[in-house]
């Protein structure tokens, strides 16, 4: 955006992250509540001075929501999106030291050789593992499972679809979300997921050249991904963490076929 004197203004970060905590609400109405299970598990099993990993953070609303909750805590936010990470480190900042925000894909082999040295407590992340492919989840978990302490806990929340020998469960969860979408999206007009992106995008050929970089950077296909074909369901999931040495495992909360699902090392 351009303003009329013709020079560039400078973003209003909280807007977009606001917009963003809307169109995410807009595809799932209890997605507070969601946050608020987690917060309230973490804190029950790990105490008030704990360090959770943000997995996939997006533009941090978990994290800080987390810290303002429990201010002895403290976060590290992980995610490959150069602009969700930039959003994130705008609107939040470090509170005080207790967030961290890294820059990792966690489909890369690799990716957790950054938690060497940064003990975690719990493993929170809410609608991102879907991003990933059944092979790429297994690795994931087994991952986590080896580095995180006995006692410490895992919260996904996410689609996690019933399964092929549930056909009328998964039929009943996808009709009423997409009578509850096409209400939201179609009737109500609410904001989507990518027109949520083009806004953004748009907006960004405004900024000053500095501010633009995380753009450009995503323009090169930094924080870009293939669509799963044939995403996990819950069995899945539930399996491969047991398999992985999670010691628990079950859905603590749900509705309709977004679960949270919880897991005990
Ligand atoms: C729908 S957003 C959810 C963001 C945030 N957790 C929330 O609930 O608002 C999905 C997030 O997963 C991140 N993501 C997907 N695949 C990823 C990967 N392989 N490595 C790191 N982050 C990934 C995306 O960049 C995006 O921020």
């Not at 490959?80 to 470090?94: C, N, Q, W």
């Not at 995008?201 to 995380?214: F, I, Q, W």
Request: charged share 25%; hydrophobic share 40%; glycine share 6%.
């Amino acid at each position: 955006m351009t303003s009329q004197s013709g020079t560039s203004q400078t973003a209003n970060w909280e807007d977009w992250t606001e917009r963003w905590d809307k169109q995410q609400t807009a595809y799932l109405p209890v997605r507070e509540q969601r946050f608020d299970v987690m917060s309230t598990v973490t804190t029950m099993l790990r105490g008030e001075d704990c360090t959770i990993l943000d997995l996939a953070c997006g533009p941090g609303s978990l994290s800080k929501r987390f810290l303002s909750l429990h201010p002895r805590s403290r976060s590290i936010g992980i995610d490959f999106d150069p602009v969700l990470l930039e959003l994130a480190a705008r609107t939040i900042g470090d509170v005080e030291g207790r967030l961290t925000l890294l820059r990792a894909d966690v489909t890369d082999p690799n990716w957790i050789d950054l938690l060497a040295g940064r003990p975690v407590d719990a493993v929170l992340t809410t609608t991102a593992l879907h991003w990933l492919t059944a092979d790429q989840l297994v690795r994931l978990y087994r991952q986590l499972a080896d580095v995180l302490p006995p006692g410490a806990v895992l919260l996904n929340g996410d689609h996690m679809a019933f399964d092929a020998h549930q056909p009328t469960l998964q039929r009943v969860a996808s009709t009423i979300k997409e009578e509850r979408w096409s209400g939201a999206f179609s009737a109500e007009g609410s904001e989507d997921y990518d027109q949520w992106w083009t806004a953004l995008e748009n907006y960004s050929d405004s900024l000053p050249s500095a501010e633009r970089l995380p753009f450009e950077e995503r323009r090169q296909g930094a924080g870009r991904h293939q669509a799963v074909k044939r995403r996990p369901g819950l069995d899945l999931h539930a399996s491969t963490l047991r398999d992985a040495g999670f010691a628990e495992v079950g859905v603590i909360w749900a509705n309709l076929d977004n679960r949270l699902l919880m897991a005990v090392r």
